[in-house]
């Protein structure tokens, strides 16, 4: 990220988010903190983010550590090496001297360094040197600087000081000094740090000094220690880029998200403060003005239904003109805008394409966007709240689910407080009102003793047993059974003249249902309280439907964020895979690196998993089959999901057991599901039991399962069990027992079984253990096993060819091409369906075409490859086309030859997956 304040304000969006996420979940009922889910997925991304920056000082720290050690492993061979050059040349001066009585000693000095010096070269620009103690002796040396010669080795320093040199104080003083030492030092910039070692030879009283030094990066390179740093930074680079590239998308979702959770809180907010109001006027201003706010449009008003003549009438508004209100507050029963509010269903408009007539005013007053939202009660339009705005074109999506919410909730508010209403003017009209109501509606005195009731609080009563006039009887004699709460609450509307509110949940003869009571107080003329009526109003059936509700918005809101997280996350993931297989490739498989980059290409596909959960359970994904055999795929699982926990397992399969048509992901998801519950439920360790066999599902059988073969497989663990009020509910949606689960994990795992054609049950006592049995269709074909299968697996199918790849990620670009070239073939390149058209046309006419082509099945913004498949078939009809994507819930995922394409290959996949189905493709016969 090039701007570093951009960086800070993206940093400090997402740690508020987070926060006000995490404020609202501790504030909210049990329900609101389900939203932890999408908590995880924050988690998740910064836990990505950390992990990056781990990686990044983990690869600075290794070449710190690696070019540490190097230096320190070098210096001590080039002291092995001078030291042989210096023995040498002492034996070369005691033959000169004392044999031969030689004394020119300067001439024997570049006689030296002619014989052993300068034939000496470490590396392409290592060097040898000799200095004597006040001078340097190689002056005869072509490259040895003019400026230079003479000069003792201080001098010489002193002097190329300007050119760069430096670090060589202490090498200097050693040197003077006639003792040996290891160090290093820059001589020129161009050749960088220098690693040196030098050794003294003293003869007859004459000293000199030999030394060797060598490029530090030329010592790295020939090493490979700089190979393998390019490597770490390469992949940490491509990494970096992906993490950063979504850094962006994901801050906006969240800022969305939590504009929606500000969204919900202010109807939540809206619906508290209606419940506390009394009063039709008040009533009227709190919806006209919420719905105002919470729509964020500029003005609105509600009209009241006529129950005599049908006609309607603006009882309040706000943010209207004068001028305006007059010749929009009444509309006749037979009038154009009457009929379309009774229909009953909201209309969002432009105001001047609403079909209905305009008088000069509505001409001119300048409102765009309108929103019509008729209120029902007992399922017939009793008013209708309109808002508008004078600036916004359409009316926004997420404002109008709000807004209807809000018009939906207001009509038992409305109809109540005509009902109150009603009553202050007509104890007569007060009854007959209260008699049409659904609502059980009793009247008390001062003294607390009943002067009214509806019919269908009498109804209730009788129901329950009681019987005869009730009218003078006190109200705690006839109903002994209600607690103390109830007459305290009485007492205080009586006391501070207020209506009171109360949510309970209460149970009769075994039956809970939730009552929400409004208990009002009555006034005489003389303006003192003579009569309490309670309205006791059954809200179950609203409580579970808007719980139910509430779900289905969660599901299809994770549903978008699961493909969203899934698209791009599978992209991440191909991008790392790809680079590990191509890495691989270029070591040797009895390496050690080998086996750690294979462990990353697990961990990878383990990291796609928790997107495909989230992806299946919240939109059923179709699974994308093929005949494969179960055990290897229960081994792997199961080792990976029990690595570093205290729990084994044990696998028992037979010997003749059948293959099965399935999508490995998903049911490699299912098995991974299963053990970490299995393992979970042994916090102090154990064994699961894994067992695998055939069986043939008869008609006699108790089984939801179709007649025919099947292959059984049952985990058992020896854990804590599940207890019995539980069973029933372990496959139902957000359901935990864990103060850290989603309640998603069996969910997701009984819509994949469910996917299969298969079945799932559970079996299991407290105390002893679970053991969960999956059974699933067994497959007519076989799939490779034994020592095929093994060299299936480790061989690269390679080939040849020229193969187009399709997607709208460069990255992805990137390393697919090298991968396909990497097996032999030749590759090009499109970013949209638009583009790899007009490639592959131009590649028909110039004769060269595309033997095979690769596309994305998604492209924001852009043709992808179901719309390309269909340009490609006009253009030739017999080409082989792959379909590739990471979303596994498109039909064309499933059935992809219906669609046009020859084979299909999942984001993320690597070298092999790549391999076979080129291979495959481009040999099918047409």
Known sequence: ?????????????????????????????????????????????????????????????????????????????????????????????????????????????????????????????????????????????????????????AEIFEIQKEYGACHYQDMTESVMNGHEGVGWYIWLPDKGKEIAAWSPVEFDGYVWIIGISTPLPEIMKSTGA??????????????????????????????????????????????????????????????????????????????????????????????????????????????????????????????????????????KEGLKAIAILPVLYNGKVIACLNVASYKKDLV????????????????????????????????????TTIDSMNDFIHVVDRDLRIVLYNRTFLNHIRKIGIEGDLIGKDLFEVFPFLHSNIQKELEQVLNTGKSVVTLEQTEIDHSSFWTETHKIPIFDKEGKIYRIVSIIRDITERKKLKENLLKAHKIESLGILAGGIAHDFNNIIMAILGNISLAKLNIEPEDETCDLLTEAAKACHSATGLTRQLLTFSRGGAPVMKTASIQELINDTSAFALRGSNVSYEFKAADDLASVEIDEGQIGQVIN???????????????????????????????????????????????????????????DPYFTTKTTGSGLGLAATYSIIKNHNGYISVDSKEGAGTAFSIYLPASQKDSLSGENEVKAKKALLRGSGKILIMDDEEIIRRVAGKMVESLGYSSGFAEHGEGAVELYKEEMDKGTSFDAVIMDLTIPGGMGGREAIEKLLEIDPGVRAIVSSGYSNDPVMADYKDYGFRGIIRKPYQMKELSEVLINVLKEEE
């Open 1 to 153: 990220m090039k701007n570093p304040e951009i960086a800070v304000k993206v940093l400090k969006i997402y740690i508020y988010t987070f926060k006000d996420i995490w404020k609202i979940m501790e504030k909210k009922d049990k329900p609101m903190r389900k939203q932890s889910r999408i908590v995880h997925g924050i988690v998740l991304f910064s836990g990505t983010i950390f992990l990056l920056v781990l990686g990044w000082y983990a690869v600075i720290n290794h070449y710190r550590l690696a070019t540490k050690i190097i230096i320190l492993t070098y210096q001590q061979t080039e002291l092995e090496i001078v030291r042989s050059i210096a023995r040498s040349v002492e034996n070369y001066i005691q033959l000169q001297i004392e044999k031969l009585n030689r004394t020119d000693i300067e001439e024997i000095e570049q006689e030296i360094f002619r014989l052993f010096i300068a034939p000496v070269r470490l590396q392409n620009n290592g060097d040898a040197w000799i200095y004597a103690p006040d001078h340097v002796v190689f002056d005869l040396s072509a490259d040895f600087p003019k400026d230079c010669r003479g000069k003792s080795m």
């Open 226 to 363: 700089m190979h393998q740093i390019k490597i770490f930074i390469i992949i940490m680079g491509a990494a970096t880029i992906i993490i950063f590239s979504l850094l962006f998308p994901w801050v906006k979702s969240v800022i969305q998200l939590r504009k929606n959770i500000e969204l919900t809180l202010t109807q939540l907010q809206l619906e508290l403060e209606l419940s506390e109001l009394s009063g039709l006027d008040n009533l009227l201003r709190l919806c006209v003005e919420g719905a105002i706010r919470i729509s964020e449009m500029d003005c609105g008003g509600i009209y009241l239904v006529d129950e005599t003549t049908g006609a309607f009438n603006l009882s309040y508004h706000s943010g209207l003109p004068d001028n305006f209100v007059p010749s929009s507050s009444h509309y006749d029963p037979s009038s154009a805008n009457t009929i379309l509010i009774k229909k009953g269903k909201p209309v969002y408009s432009d105001y001047h394409k609403l079909g209905l007539p305009l008088n000069e005013t509505g001409e």
């Open 673 to 731: 599901n299963l053990i970490i519950n299995a393992s979970q439920s042994m916090p102090e360790g154990g064994v699961i039991k894994i067992e695998a066999e055939n069986i043939t599902v008869e008609a006699d059988h108790n089984l939801p399962l179709e007649t025919g073969k099947y292959i059984k497989i049952v985990i058992k663990d020896s854990g804590v069990g599940i207890p019995v009020e539980n069973i029933s509910k372990i496959f």
């Open 396 to 431: 926004p999506i997420e404002s109008r689910n709000a807004l209807e919410i809000i018009a939906s909730g207001i009509g038992s508010f409305i109809a109540r407080a005509l009902a109150e209403e009603a009553l202050a003017q007509s104890e007569q009209f007060y009854r």
